[in-house]
């Protein structure tokens, strides 16, 4: 597993760690952007150590190439010097050297690829944790607004509950329904109580009052003169009512004795 697989694995460990544990989604959010800048520092480190190795196979490719052109040198005195008997071993030296710095010239161009490309990775990943933090306020907004239209939700489950309301309404019914018998058993009680026959006679009563409460009003108003003029209406005002009581009244009202 390389580099960055294993920094994937140890983010997405830790991001499905907070998410199970279901904590605040502000904290969770600030927790990751630490987590992740940990395992950038560790991404980097382990880059730098890359790019030194590379570079160290550079020195080393590029040192094995001095020796060799050392070698040939060498071998090049001796043939000068008519030593061709150095000069062999000068050339096998040589050899030996090249093949190494070729090999190890290889090694360093592979490797040095490879640096790039996690130079490359480590400069995406820097991009995305940056754009993290950029994006992170605006998560963190977003789960505030959805915690408050979940709050929002809830109250309006609440008060649309009709079990309280229905059982208020069932007990106001349930007083009022008390209320109407107890009129009820009072309205009984007063029809079935008492001299029904004197309670006739007090209707009366009550209604010839109201007729010469009429009668007073309308002379009040000037409808009726105050005098006899309005004996006859007052006579009139007054049927039903015992004739005898009424023309009394009638006398009384003009101030004159109609007797002979």
Do not use: C
Request: net charge negative; charged share 30%; no cysteine.
């Amino acid at each position: 597993m390389g580099i960055f697989d294993r920094l994937s694995a140890m983010i997405r460990s830790n991001i499905n760690d907070l998410i199970t544990r279901a904590e605040n989604p502000e904290k969770m959010l600030n927790q990751l952007i630490i987590d992740m800048k940990g395992q950038l520092a560790k991404a980097k480190q382990q880059v730098a150590s890359a790019i030194a190795d590379e570079k160290k196979l550079q020195a080393d490719a590029d040192a094995m190439k001095k020796q060799a052109e050392d070698w040939e040198r060498r071998a090049m005195l001796a043939v000068q010097e008519g030593r061709d008997d150095l000069a062999k071993q000068a050339l096998v030296r040589y050899n030996e050297q090249l093949q190494g710095a070729q090999q190890l010239q290889e090694t360093w161009v592979k490797h040095k690829a490879e640096t790039e490309q996690l130079k490359l990775a480590l400069r995406q990943l820097n991009d995305k944790i940056e754009e993290a933090k950029r994006k992170k306020n605006i998560l963190i907004a977003r789960a505030k607004r959805a915690e408050a239209q979940q709050r929002i939700q809830e109250t309006m489950s609440g008060m649309s509950e009709k079990s309280a309301f229905e059982s208020f309404d069932r007990m106001a019914e349930k007083i009022e329904a008390t209320e109407r018998k107890a009129l009820a058993a009072a309205e009984l009680q007063e029809e079935f109580s008492g001299d029904t026959l004197a309670k006739q006679f007090e209707a009366l009563e009550y209604h010839g009052t109201a007729d010469q409460q009429l009668l007073a009003l309308k002379q009040r108003m000037g409808l009726l003169p105050a005098g006899g003029a309005g004996g006859g209406n007052a006579k009139q005002l007054g049927a039903g009512l015992d004739p005898t009581v009424h023309d009394a009244e009638v006398i009384e009202e003009g101030g004159t004795d109609t007797k002979p």
